[in-house]
């Protein structure tokens, strides 16, 4: 007789929700009560991924998360403004790590230009927002007021979707490696083509970049305070969400996941490959050039090397640290890697530098760890293709065909007579 038991955290369900929830009461309270301490902040951020795994009904959590990032984030952020911008951060990039898991993850085609559909939405708002429009339009009065920020943001998602179809067409036939170098060339033409668009006719101003930026506007209410981008993206975010979970689960979700899998099967199934792809691209595109939008007005300076290559990589490792294909993962994946950026190596550096200057420890400044980013990068995405190739959280699809097969083996176990429980 065979017996697997169950893990012990899932014999008392009741336990785990009891301490998923004092940790959560815990982690807000200590942030709301410390708000300039790293600890507290991580504690925070750590807060929301036990919130995802608590076992409760999917109202609740929207609940919680709407009471925890809709008023304990911005109280926090009256006292610090950084952990304010900080989290603003990680919702753009949660954004754009939602837009290329759509291409990346659920169709299964590696983009490495993804940072050229952002850079074309940031530079259609910022040429219009600034003089810059008037060295070619001489019919009107440039820089466009705040209120045009709005239709601009529709705008930014057509155009990126535009040039996203525009990357598609090429690529149809390429798969692998061949598509990989195809859309870093794309992404890099993007990035040039900024760089040296101010001549004949000076358009985006090249290297210089364009400032100021008019910030958005309401009502006559001007948009340039760090709260007011917070709830601008968290509603973007909110959006992003459920338009990438209503794809995933839709007959065009799983069109993309029969692409994914085998090109060839999902031809002989009716599946219009050039269609569907082509769509990937566009809906992809589309996010980053909404992100995009909103970046160049929260900057109010935007230049081409804020679109550079290692934009896109860092972008692809918040999908594969989180988990290709996974909403959520990418998700966690974003949070993860600009909270290891902008916060972890940042404390950590600061701290060895406060002991460099008691004299406890002498530590050179190529040491710093803040200069090492990209070598952690790699490491943990090599680490993840060891220990865990699906990521953080692994797409539901995979784990619903886990579970299924599981169920199959426990049926045929008891079947002979075997005592089997698998989680």
């Not at 955290?9 to 336990?15: E, I, K, P, Y």
């Not at 009461?25 to 991924?49: D, E, K, R, T, Y």
């Not at 190529?366 to 952690?376: G, M, S, T, V, W």
Request: aromatic letters at 10%.
């Amino acid at each position: 007789m065979r017996k697997i038991s169950l893990p012990a955290q899932l014999q008392d369900s009741r336990a785990q929700l009891v301490m998923a929830s004092a940790f959560i009461l815990f982690a807000n309270l200590f942030f709301l009560l410390n708000p300039q301490s790293a600890i507290a902040f991580l504690l925070f951020m750590g807060s929301v991924l036990v919130l995802y795994k608590m076992p409760v009904p999917v109202h609740v959590k929207i609940f919680v998360a709407a009471v925890v990032l809709g008023v304990m984030m911005p109280l926090i952020g009256l006292e610090n403004v950084y952990y304010l911008d900080v989290v603003t951060q990680v919702g753009i990039y949660v954004a754009l790590a939602i837009g290329l898991n759509i291409v990346v993850g659920f169709a299964g085609l590696l983009d490495l230009g993804y940072v050229a559909f952002y850079a074309s939405g940031a530079y259609l708002y910022a040429i219009f927002a600034t003089s810059q429009a008037s060295n070619f339009i001489s019919w009107a009065d440039f820089p466009l007021s705040g209120m045009w920020f709005w239709p601009f943001l529709f705008l930014g998602l057509i155009v990126a979707a535009i040039f996203g179809v525009l990357l598609g067409f090429p690529v149809l036939r390429l798969r692998g490696d061949y598509l990989a170098i195809v859309t870093l060339g794309f992404g890099e033409i993007i990035r040039i083509v900024l760089n040296n668009l101010d001549k004949p006719v000076n358009i985006t101003n090249g290297p210089k970049g364009l400032t100021p930026i008019q910030p958005p506007e309401l009502f006559g209410l001007v948009l340039n305070q760090p709260i007011h981008y917070y709830y601008l993206v968290l509603i973007i975010i909110i959006v992003t969400l459920i338009v990438a979970r209503r794809l995933d689960n839709s007959r065009i979700g799983r069109a993309w996941a029969a692409i994914r899998e085998d090109e060839l099967a999902a031809r002989s199934m009716g599946i219009p490959l050039v269609r569907m792809k082509l769509l990937a691209f566009a809906s992809g595109a589309s996010f980053a050039g909404v992100m995009g939008v909103i970046f160049s007005a929260k900057q109010t300076f935007i230049d081409p090397s804020s679109f550079s290559f290692m934009e896109s990589i860092g972008i692809l490792a918040m999908v594969i640290l989180g988990g290709m294909g996974s909403v959520a993962g990418a998700v966690i994946g974003a949070v993860a890697v600009v909270v290891l950026q902008l916060q972890v190596l940042k404390e950590f550096s600061d701290f060895l530098g406060q002991l460099s200057l008691k004299g406890i420890v002498t530590i050179p400044s190529q040491l710093d760890p803040a200069k090492y980013e990209r070598l952690i990068f790699g490491a943990i995405l090599v680490a993840m293709c060891v220990f865990r190739p699906k990521g953080l959280l692994p797409a539901k699809r995979q784990l619903a065909l886990l579970k299924e097969r599981v169920q199959k083996l426990k049926a045929k176990g008891e079947t002979r007579g075997e005592d089997i429980d698998v989680a």
